[in-house]
């Protein structure tokens, strides 16, 4: 089972190793953007249900084996006709907010490992997990959708006013702009920004000291803290409807063109200043 | 539409401006103290009410004209007789709470920039703000209220409990101390506070910023926000009943005398330093 | 009444003594450790008691008598067999996290100054109170619990969420390591951490300064953030069955019992680097 798997991840663009049967890695590693294609979200999946169902995980770490970027938006210049319409999943969510809700109440503890760029998809992913920590120097993080005229899908409307409170929610998102280390330390989008020298060995060594502890123990401590902070479901499923019927007004799809014409999804300066790209439209 | 209401400014305290269709501008501007007088009342509404109805704008900025103060309490010294026997606003609100949960719930995004004391109302307009941002040398936050006798009447157990968590919302609210720039940021009782001198372009630039993108899905985007952030109305009208009747007792009514007898609401050391003032009673 | 408490407080482990009519302290002092016997179960339900009953008090202090312990965790060496089976308080909830839930939704206001440690049951005291203020340098407050295999059954799952959200709740218990006096500020564990010379005074000071302020107004205003913050008993209620459930298992009591034979619960090593000690295991 381990070799298989290690087998089909270089045909991926998510990779899952396992250092210890208690203690898994996932690294998003498709370059040079580490951009959200559609053909990840089954790889996503795949992944997620090996966490709910492979029962001496206790730990996973997310982390990235692209320079400069953790894991960003979806891919504009895919195909993308079938995503919007994919079937629902078992609890009626799109299969992209059910992958979120479903990581965060898997009974496993989720870390994100976050050097380079996460906007987009990449921030809902770290949302997701249980806890984040950034780079301080090489980390950025930001929800940049009302930047390109759409809601954002994946809910961090429900995740970011309950971590950070209303105000600065509102400011990270309907301002649209980069947040880095420091900032996202502050506001509490992270749990801590680590200089990037100390940040592997620090997740490291959580990950393996949280993996040490009892599983049983773990799972009803992470439910009962799941009761207290997760977002109810129907959240992100107004959030999922109202980031799809913004995409399907033409005013969202000629501002998307616009940001396509000028470089967004490519390698280069829109991606790598993706605030100022979209602050100047 | 424009002109007159450049013309009625003038003998307003509360001005409305329009930088763009886009971008307006309210600032407070009753010298010496920002006072809030029962006659600034009406013009709230009015300018809510505009907030609320012309389709165009898509942020609006507050601040201060006057040096030292952005915004502070009700005026004791006027004429309040009917403050509290207002009738309801069509949410069965009192006006008071109720133009603050209408300033949160309309559609425009609302910042709050506050430079000189920001006490009493005008911490809770501040509050009903979407975001604020503060100077870190020349702003002080706080709800002085319960060091004169009474409990605060626009909301600020439900705003600063969400906003900051229990127990330094029940310091601030508690203690009725004086919260600088420094502290009001570490307590995310703004978004930021920054350096005196940065603080108008930061929030130029960002109202700038998201008056330039699109207003269908800033509303969206901010309505989905609200419920996951926003008290119920029920915990403003329990604050307000809970401020009349305290107001309505005979020792409230000798504390406020005696702060009267002592300078408050006055020109002076006793709002200058209000902290100070209604801790040494 | 004084008196009498006076004489009955040095037989005790915690020490009750009135400053004023309106202010009193609470005091650890069960030297080395500050551990927590279950003889001091009924000590903190007295006086509990007497903050709900006696009409003039409107803060109480909680602090420590003890050189670098605030109050620790249960003694695992005293004979525990009746504490699981305590009959149930009034609201239902075991008489541990009653006491807690009582001593928050007191009228009166409730202050904990932390030097030293606070891990487990100190932990979940200092979160019962109404504000928090540590010792920069001499402070470390922890949920040590699932290093040691069990749920912690005093709610800080329900606590710390609302505090510092659920990212960093999560990281505080699923870690169970040591939070100095820096980070437990950042995190909003605690109010402030000041610098140890300061943290009696400052204490002091605001003490003072609430007990000078209108008791019915304090109740009404505590009692509207409670609306706003408190965690449903409930809450409560589940934290401890789990906490109740897990003790039970074999695989927890192995636990406990190696950190028994390595020296916890006894003055050295494992309590004076708890972190570090159930990381090891």
Known sequence: MKNATRRGASMKQIHLTRPSPHYWRVTFNHPPLNIFGPEMLPQVNEIITAIETEEQVKVVVFDSAVEGFFLI???????????????PGPTGLHPWPEMLVRLSRSSVVSIALIRGRATGMGSELALACD??????????????????GFVPGG????????????GRALEVILSADDVPGDLAELYGYVNRSLPDADLDAFVDALA???ASFDKQTIMDTKRLVNVASLPPDMEFESGWNACVASMARPATQKRIKSLIDRGFCKPGDAENHLGDFVGQL
């Open 155 to 166: 809910g961090p409307m429900a995740q970011l006013s309950r971590l950070m409170g209303r």
């Open 131 to 148: 806890m984040r920590f950034a780079s301080r120097e090489k980390a950025i993080l930001s929800q940049f959708e009302v930047g390109a």
């Open 73 to 87: 938006h979806l891919d504009f210049l895919a195909k993308l006709d079938d995503l919007a319409h994919l079937p």
């Open 208 to 210: 393996t000291r949280i």
